[in-house]
């Protein structure tokens, strides 16, 4: 709060700080107080401030700075305000993709980026850590409890505290983690740590992997707008499901997406084969893109999506589990698809201390869920091809779609 403030009144200019979620931006410093009841915002001298807007939480300073709270799962709608400041708070939890496009600007404009956070496992927190830990131009701290005090020279957070989290339930994992910054733990909660673990020690995380011109391609998808969409591109090769590309944007329409994919299938030199979608496709949306569904605007443009049942969470997840011992990954091609599938968690209920039966909300959502409905349709159509379908789907765009006698 305090390094928002200073930057702000050191250069004029847009500062943005940026949370996972923008309705964390507005919970946690919007709306939100210290342990002392006092509001965040009220740290902001009131002779400092020119004025606010509740809506897009942003604060005019007297000097002309702007002072921006914002999410990353929406960092589209930040592109060309030309910041020269980004915060990342809980950086291991934002989307990846927004320090990608947005640090850009910054270099540009000779800014900074502060990024603060504690370890989600080894992912693209830990990445840049390793990326910037011997480069002189970033200053870089790994602080855990045994060396954060407060300005009396006291630890801030005790022994006797640990030990009382224990006691109230807080495994040895998360306390090596929240206290200690410890990458090693991987991320707790998450529901497919057993599967990549295996797909790493059979060697199907693979760099590279070919797209043969001889197979068709397949696609599937989870749909969004403001939210994103995800899309991963795969071809059937033997007794595998071969995932060859993973692309995910938001603030897209359909067309886009539509046509990235045919760009993408002509770069590859293969024919079409499914394109599978969320059982939601034919939903109509009221004043967004048009009143027709999206899998009318697919048709339109030439493309035939068969549409995925609608089963219960728990039936999608072993669906996927399922899946993920039967396919190989490129990891180039797939990278923040692999993130997705790694750091796809379990909510934290804390009211009854136990993990929730659902995920917990973050940029990984979208991907998952895409692949999920590829578990679904993969249990269906391959190993049950004899159940009737309960969905409008002409199964004769399937035929060839799995190959017989490949488990």
Known sequence: ?????????????????LFPLQKQAREVIWLGMDFKGMPYLDYIPQALIASKNQARMTIELINGSRLVLAGSNNFNSHMGTNPVTIINSEYS???PLARQYMNPILIQNGGIEINQYTPR???HGWETLEQVRD????????????????????RVVTEEMIQRAKAMGMSDETIRQEFYCDFQVGNIGAYFTREMARMISEGRLVSN?????????????????????????FQVVGKFVH????????????????DYAESYRKSRGCRWGTHFGPHDIDQQHQGWETTESRLKRARQA??????????????GIESLRFLLDRVRIDKNQCALGVRAIREYARKFDEAN??????????????????????????????????????????????SGFWPTGTL
């Open 135 to 154: 480069n002189p131009e970033y200053f870089v701290q790994v602080l855990d409890v045994e060396h954060t005090f407060k300005h009396d020279g006291t």
């Open 243 to 258: 995932l060859v590309h993973y692309y995910q944007e938001s603030d897209r329409p359909m067309k886009f997406f539509l």
């Open 302 to 315: 030439g493309y035939i999506f068969a549409v995925t049942p609608k089963v219960n969470f728990a039936d």
């Open 1 to 17: 709060m305090q390094a928002w403030l200073l930057r702000g009144l050191k250069r004029v200019g847009t500062h943005i700080y």
């Open 209 to 233: 992997l070919p797209v043969d011109p001889n197979l068709p391609l397949h696609t599937v998808w989870d749909l969004g707008f403001s939210d994103a969409t995800a899309v991963w591109f």
């Open 121 to 123: 496992g080894m992912n």
């Open 93 to 95: 939890l934002h989307n």
């Open 353 to 398: 201390n136990k993990y929730s039966d659902k995920p917990q909300e973050g940029w990984y959502l979208h991907g998952v869920d895409a692949l999920r409905y590829l578990g679904v349709n993969y249990q269906r159509l391959f190993l049950t091809p004899s159940l009737a379908t309960t969905y409008d789907v002409d199964m004769s765009v399937m």
